[in-house]
């Protein structure tokens, strides 16, 4: 895994290059994803969630912080991911055993409910607020982390096409343990190491003051 240590501005630019280059692959793998992927039925995917509701809700939104938000996410993101946890690409050891023995139009049906619930949004630590918010929208020139709005949209409500999460809602503890997880290398499903790259960059207080700011995100 690749550790950038040049200078801000050199950084930015490679980075908007990997952005634009990896924007270009999005798009074309989700064209043809979008043709070949099965449709996802939400009322099926309700009946198929009883045994997810123990951990992230019945209708999606989990009550224990650790655990993520379901509700209003990406469509396209929670098929990648719950695929991802499935075929051993993603790795946690509690959501293995749940979802060992999908199957594609399970898995469909399951995203296409999740994605179609409301998310409910959090208060945030206002002593974060602001420095989450200048991070989330204009990123850190400095160290070359740019914005997170760039992606995740500035409403926070995700890109569904490109499959990259909704972060409006979600819970802080989450998101600061996946950020730290891209960091540590533990999670390496994002495309062309985006998220690691970035995450890298982030200090634990930039780490804990954007997860403030998206959480209260409406």
């Known amino acids: 895994m690749a550790v950038f240590r040049t200078g801000g501005r050199f950084s930015m630019i490679w980075l908007g290059a990997l952005f634009a280059s990896v924007l270009m692959n999005v798009a074309q793998a989700s064209d043809v994803a979008t043709t070949q992927a099965m449709e996802g039925d939400a009322e099926a995917g309700k009946t198929k969630s009883t045994v997810c509701a123990a951990c992230h809700g019945a209708d999606g939104n989990s009550t224990v912080a650790i655990w993520p938000k379901l509700a209003g996410q990406s469509e396209n993101y929670l098929r990648s991911q719950i695929t991802a946890f499935r075929d051993g690409d ?47 929208r204009g990123g850190n020139s400095d160290t070359a982390v740019p914005a997170c709005s760039s992606c ?44 690691q790259e970035i995450s890298q960059r982030l200090t634990e207080q930039e780490m804990k003051a954007v997860a403030q700011f998206v959480t209260g995100l409406q």
């Open 90 to 136: 993603r790795v946690d050891p509690s959501m293995q055993p749940m979802v060992a023995n999908l199957s594609d139009q399970d898995v469909a049906d399951l995203a296409a409910y999740f994605s179609s619930q409301t998310v409910a949004s959090e208060s945030a630590d206002p002593q974060l607020v602001q420095l989450g918010a200048l991070i989330y």
């Open 152 to 195: 995740h949209l500035p409403d926070g409500s995700g890109n569904n096409q490109a499959s990259w999460p909704a972060l409006k809602g979600q819970h802080a503890d989450y998101v600061v343990k996946q950020l730290q997880a891209y960091a540590s290398g533990n999670r390496v499903t994002d495309p062309a190491s985006m998220m």
